[in-house]
């Protein structure tokens, strides 16, 4: 989320992890999170941005459960030595990996 508000960008995994961190582990309507994100993505669109947001829910077209990204196991399987944590986890970087919260969140 750090990513995001300073640059306006994350990779299609990142926005994949914390949309579903929003959904499952805050549980948040996930309505929220895309209203946050078309008012954040510098590549913004209404059919991607909607439409992913509704795949990660498990809600619309595809309405199949079960999108649940486990932060722990995609941490150590794509970030392995935490550089992007400390390059973005900022004033978070010395919680635990585990540590979710909403701090970064309009909520
Ligand atoms: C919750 C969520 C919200 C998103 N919101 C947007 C958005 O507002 N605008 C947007 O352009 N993309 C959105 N995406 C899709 C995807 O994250 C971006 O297109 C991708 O990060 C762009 O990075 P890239 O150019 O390196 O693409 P690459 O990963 O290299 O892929 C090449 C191209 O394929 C397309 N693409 C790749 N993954 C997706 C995907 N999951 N859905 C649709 N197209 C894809 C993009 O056009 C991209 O430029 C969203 C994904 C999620 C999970």
């Known amino acids: 989320m750090h990513q995001l508000n300073s640059s306006g960008w994350m ?3 990142g926005r994949q ?3 579903s961190c929003l959904v499952n582990e805050l549980q948040v309507d996930w309505r929220y999170g895309a209203a946050y994100f078309e008012q954040g993505l510098i590549d913004y669109d ?3 941005n909607w439409g992913n947001w509704q795949y990660i829910a498990g809600v619309g077209a595809d309405p199949r459960g079960g999108r649940h990204f486990d932060i722990d ?3 150590k399987m794509f970030d392995p030595n935490k550089q992007f944590i400390k390059r973005w986890q900022g ?4 919680l635990p990996s ?3 919260n909403m701090v ?3 909520v």
């Open 98 to 100: 585990d540590h979710t």
């Open 11 to 13: 990779s299609n995994r």
């Open 46 to 48: 209404v059919a991607s």
């Open 73 to 75: 196991k995609q941490s």
């Open 104 to 106: 970064d969140w309009p």
């Open 17 to 19: 992890i914390v949309a």
């Open 91 to 94: 004033e978070l970087g010395s």
